[in-house]
């Protein structure tokens, strides 16, 4: 068989696969290239809000530990208290009778 016959429809061939491949690779480049632009503008607009966010929990961290530092301070002064108490007087009354 003369191959002179079949060249053109040989290049023609080739040519419509090198189509077909940028196609198939033009999709999914396209594809990618929206999903990066709109994960870069979803971030651009979160990250203020959770900036917002951080800043919110951190008041409550704040006040949450002003708050129960001071709840647990009432206990605390109430023993040392009363141990300061008990050994003042444990010390008095072992000076007056004279120990």
């Given amino acids: 068989m003369d191959t002179g ?16 491949t ?7 480049g396209v594809a990618f290239y929206y999903a990066v632009r709109g994960m870069r503008a979803l971030n ?5 809000q959770l900036l917002n966010a951080q800043m919110w929990a ?16 009432v206990p605390i002064a109430l023993h040392s208290t009363s141990a300061r108490i008990s050994t003042t007087t444990r010390g008095v009354m072992d000076f007056l009778l004279n120990k």
Avoid: C, E, K
């Avoid at 053109?8 to 189509?19: A, F, K, N, Y």
């Avoid at 940028?22 to 999914?28: K, N, Q, T």
């Avoid at 008041?59 to 301070?73: D, E, K, L, P, W």
């Fill in 5 to 20: 016959i079949l060249a053109p429809w040989r290049d023609l061939s080739i040519v419509w696969l090198g189509l077909l």
């Fill in 22 to 28: 940028m196609i198939f690779v033009a999709v999914p």
């Fill in 44 to 48: 651009a607009w979160l990250r203020p």
């Fill in 58 to 73: 951190m008041h409550i961290q704040h006040g949450t530990a002003r708050v129960s530092n001071r709840i647990a301070a």
